[in-house]
């Protein structure tokens, strides 16, 4: 399947008989980058699956509050930035786990997990983002990862461009300060 510009998209999805093929057409274009992100975020694959899921059926339901303001593209993220840090915060609450031991069990994972695939630095530079904070860890994603730039990120998660660079410049100082340990 062809993959479509935001308008051609958003064309298809406002016409009744083309809405179906619009959604598609979304999921095709933007599916792989929202999943990548949200497994960066909650690491298992299982977990990002759903939440990817839950994404694009937030975006279906809410296609009629999208503005144009940014792409589509920055829409989606900030549904899956809310989704996986939505996720995190609930699942931390639930298992009644302090964020080092949810955190660890996630570097477990990263051990052991079957769907994870990476070299021992990847598996280093991923255990060492499970030590920052979520959002800290989200604006190194979104920035180091993604290639974003700091506009962008700050559409996604309506922050400052001025702290995002600072929390940038502090999840670097810890991701090296973790690293040099090791």
Not at 105 to 130: C, M, R, S, V
């Amino acid at each position: 399947m062809t993959k479509f510009g935001d308008q051609e998209i958003l064309n298809l999805i406002n016409h009744p008989s083309t809405r179906e093929k619009g959604f598609r057409q979304l999921i095709v274009t933007h599916q792989e980058r929202v999943y990548h992100l949200i497994r960066r975020m909650v690491i298992i694959h299982e977990d990002a699956d759903d939440l990817t899921q839950n994404t694009f059926i937030k975006a279906f339901k809410y296609i009629h509050k999208f503005e144009g303001q940014s792409s589509l593209f920055t829409w989606l993220y900030r549904i899956a930035t809310n989704e996986a840090l939505s996720f995190l915060e609930k699942k931390k609450k639930r298992f009644f786990l302090p964020i080092d031991d949810y955190n660890e069990t996630l570097a477990n994972y990263l051990d052991h997990g079957i769907q994870f695939t990476g070299d021992e630095i990847q598996q280093k530079l991923q255990k060492a983002l499970l030590t920052l904070p979520d959002k800290q860890r989200l604006v190194f994603h979104l920035k180091y990862q993604e290639d974003l730039s700091y506009q962008e990120i700050s559409e996604i998660t309506k922050t400052s461009v001025g702290s995002l660079k600072a929390s940038y410049h502090h999840a670097v100082k810890k991701i090296e300060q973790y690293l040099g340990e090791d």
